[in-house]
């Protein structure tokens, strides 16, 4: 199986300019002009997606595509990506091919090398794990540690129901977060994966502030709407947009003036919300139409 599929991954990846060496050698050689940042991610059948019931080349888009959103939390540009696969060995060479044939088209798209990495099949369910590699840009890259008291909290996109089918097709804000990075002056972000208040906490904890977020302002996604009708169990529109994660949508903190701006900015390709600010005091709050602020506990995925 191994020497058919690597034949076939000859036949199929493209050159790409980064990449020196590819398929065929003990590891592979890409050209990177100074810092490299790395990130991984290991996605399992009944965890991250439920082969029996989906694409397989949904499961490998989204393989790759929460790499790049990683990558886009930082505001680094993507150059490589190392797959390791262990398959179910019925049909393990089919699967394989969809995998990549679903992971293809969009690492054409955001320009990165799938350089390598390694296949096994096994009794077991599939597993597939993306390590990304990135540069950072002229400014440097984009971390959680740098939000400040008085910040405005930015989003892009809109939040909640992405388990209807928005989880696998989601589009990495890579092209979004390497814009915004370079015309403004952006002091912390990082996406959302787990839950936009468990994320916002990853930020207010890594930077030592709190936050307030206004309650109207979140942006609720159609799909979060949809799920709460359907399921009808009590958890509304906007409890969904606040924890349910897998939107890979950005958080980002960006002093007032560099907000406003940003704000009226209609080039950008992603639309922008402000949904509150970053504080002095810790922990973070709500705060409804009426005014009224509460303790907001952040809710989530945790691992």
Request: hydrophobic share 45%.
């Amino acid at each position: 199986m191994e020497s058919e599929f690597i034949a076939w991954l000859r036949r199929h990846l493209p050159p790409h300019p980064r990449l020196r060496l590819g398929i065929g050698d003990d590891a592979a050689l890409v050209q990177l002009t100074g810092e490299c940042v790395a990130t991984t991610d290991l996605l399992t059948d009944e965890v991250d997606f439920i082969l029996a019931e989906c694409d397989p080349r949904h499961v490998g888009r989204k393989s790759l595509a929460v790499n790049l959103s990683d990558l886009a939390a930082m505001a680094a540009r993507p150059v490589a990506a190392v797959v390791s696969l262990a398959l179910p060995r019925a049909g393990a060479l089919e699967l394989a091919v969809q995998l990549y044939e679903g992971m293809l088209p969009l690492a054409e798209q955001c320009d990165i090398a799938i350089a390598g990495g390694d296949t096994n099949t096994w009794s077991g369910p599939l597993a597939i794990s993306v390590a990304a590699l990135g540069e950072p840009t002229g400014r440097g890259v984009l971390t959680r540690s740098g939000a400040r008291p008085g910040d405005a909290i930015l989003v892009t996109g809109a939040f909640g129901g992405s388990i209807l089918g928005r989880h696998f097709d989601f589009q990495p804000r890579v092209a979004e977060a390497i814009g915004l990075h370079e015309k403004y002056e952006l002091h912390a972000g990082t996406d959302v994966s787990d839950g936009l208040t468990l994320d916002l906490s990853h930020i207010c904890e890594a930077s030592g502030c709190g936050a307030e977020v206004e309650l109207d302002a979140v942006p609720v996604h159609e799909d979060a709407r949809r799920l709460a009708a359907d399921r009808r169990d009590g958890i509304s529109p906007l409890d969904h947009a606040l924890t349910d994660g897998e939107d890979f949508e950005l958080i980002l903190a960006a002093s007032p003036d560099q907000a406003e701006a940003m704000l009226a900015d209609t080039s950008l390709p992603a639309p922008m919300t402000q949904i509150g600010r970053f504080t002095a005091p810790l922990g973070i709050f709500s705060i409804d139409a009426a005014g009224n602020r509460k303790p907001l506990s952040p809710k989530g995925y945790r691992h």
